[in-house]
């Protein structure tokens, strides 16, 4: 086995540069190391200026989501191994805007996440004396799935159509929304539908497929925002067909 | 979004949904302490040819083209038979010639591929639940494959069986 492996890693020095640059590092090559290691080694011990976002280490927090090899990973989760023999290409996750180096803005995508009410919605609160708001288990699995989703947004940087079309809403947006219509205690579907139902919000999706073929999380976002065009379809028609009283 | 999404070179300011963050910044602007330049690459017309998969998403989009061609082929069919027996017959031979039979058999693969690729897609899409439990994702394709394969043993003794 080779004692070292090479990093190719995008760098951009908004300061210095116009636009990214690639450096390379050598790092030691081990078989317990993720590509997270390698980028901690590289920072500890050879180049302290080089910046990407990190934090729990174990597929949780959803930080440290960037293009391993042209495809979206998160780097806690990325055997060295795996790449071997190298070089490994490390990029910021595609189709967001870079900050620095390894770093992506976020921001838009904080806000399409916020738009489409991620949280329970009640007309009205139960109150205290009634106890907490009970489910059986049928009524969590029917969203469990889609509650794993950490916000790690690598179903954003698979999808071709976020490139595309920088104002749709995408995939970990419309699959919470989804979560949220399917969780029993939640009476906000109506409201969600309403922003979701526009060329920005599902219909935007083509049907790809890469966002669920890269969630660390089996999400399953794809599988989320058709689910949710078929109940929009199938309650459109409803409205058309039937009287007021039977829907 | 107060964002500029369309800025030149490559070079974008990006909304945050509340603020707006415009540091007046253009590509060779002197770097400014607190407002970060951000730096958006431009998508490639050529960005499904970097993936397989985004390379057979598009196929199955392109292919709709082909099912377009054979719906119309279909009307045209049914037309001619309302026109009588000599339309019919026009139709049927120029249905005949090589250029017909060729876009057919092109038509008829690319169909296929169109088929196959939705069939295969369709358990994701449809939740289908029989007594509160879920049907298994290869049972919703296969409900799909035996409803195909049931339909064009319909359409196939219509047209080859009710000749003879």
């Known amino acids: 086995m080779a004692s070292t492996i090479t990093l190719a890693v995008t760098r951009y020095r908004p300061e210095e540069e116009a636009e990214p640059t690639v450096e390379t590092y050598t790092v030691p090559f081990r078989k317990d190391w993720v590509v997270l290691d390698a980028l901690n080694h590289i920072k500890d011990h050879q180049d302290g200026t080089l910046s990407y976002r990190w934090s729990c280490r174990m597929g949780v927090c959803g930080s440290c989501g960037m293009m391993v090899n042209g495809s979206p990973k998160l780097t806690c989760a990325a055997f060295l191994s795996d790449y071997a023999p190298g070089p490994v290409r490390v990029e910021p996750l595609q189709f967001f805007p870079i900050v620095r180096d390894l770093i992506v803005d976020i921001g838009e995508f904080l806000h399409k996440l916020k738009k489409v009410k991620p949280w329970i919605v009640r007309a009205e609160e139960q109150p205290l004396s009634e106890g907490e708001y009970l489910q059986t288990p049928d009524e969590v699995d029917a969203y469990k799935a889609f509650s794993m989703c950490i916000n790690c947004m690598l179903c954003y940087s698979a999808c071709p159509i976020v490139g595309l079309e920088s104002h749709f809403t995408g995939p970990a947006a419309i699959a919470l929304a989804q979560r949220y219509n399917l969780d029993s205690r939640d009476q906000g579907a109506s409201g969600r539908v309403e922003i979701l139902s526009d060329h920005e919000g599902m219909w935007g999706c083509t049907f790809v497929g890469d966002c669920s073929r890269v969630c660390p999380k089996n999400v399953d976002p794809a599988a989320a925002i058709q689910q949710y065009k078929l109940t929009t379809a199938v309650d459109t028609l409803k409205s058309w067909l039937l009287p007021r009283g039977s829907r | ?164």
């Open chain 2, 1 to 164: 979004m107060n964002g500029d999404m369309s800025g030149g070179a490559g070079l974008h300011h990006v909304g945050d949904g509340g603020m707006t963050r415009r540091a007046g910044l253009q590509p060779g602007h002197a770097y400014m302490r607190y407002h970060p330049k951000w730096y958006r690459r431009r998508m490639s017309v050529w960005w499904w040819l970097q993936k397989g998969s985004y390379a057979q998403f598009v196929l199955r989009e392109l292919t709709s083209v082909a099912v377009a061609f054979f719906a119309f082929i279909f009307l045209w069919q049914v037309w001619a038979l309302g026109q009588g027996p000599q339309a019919y017959a026009h139709v049927v031979a120029r249905l005949g010639t090589p250029l017909a039979v060729v876009l057919s058999v092109v038509g008829f693969v690319l169909v296929l591929y169109h088929t196959v690729t939705w069939f295969n897609l369709a358990p994701a899409a449809m939740v289908v639940r029989v007594s509160g439990r879920r049907v298994p994702g290869w049972m919703v394709a296969a409900a799909n494959y035996a409803a195909w394969v049931l339909l064009s043993a319909v359409v196939a003794w219509f047209f080859l069986g009710a000749n003879q």
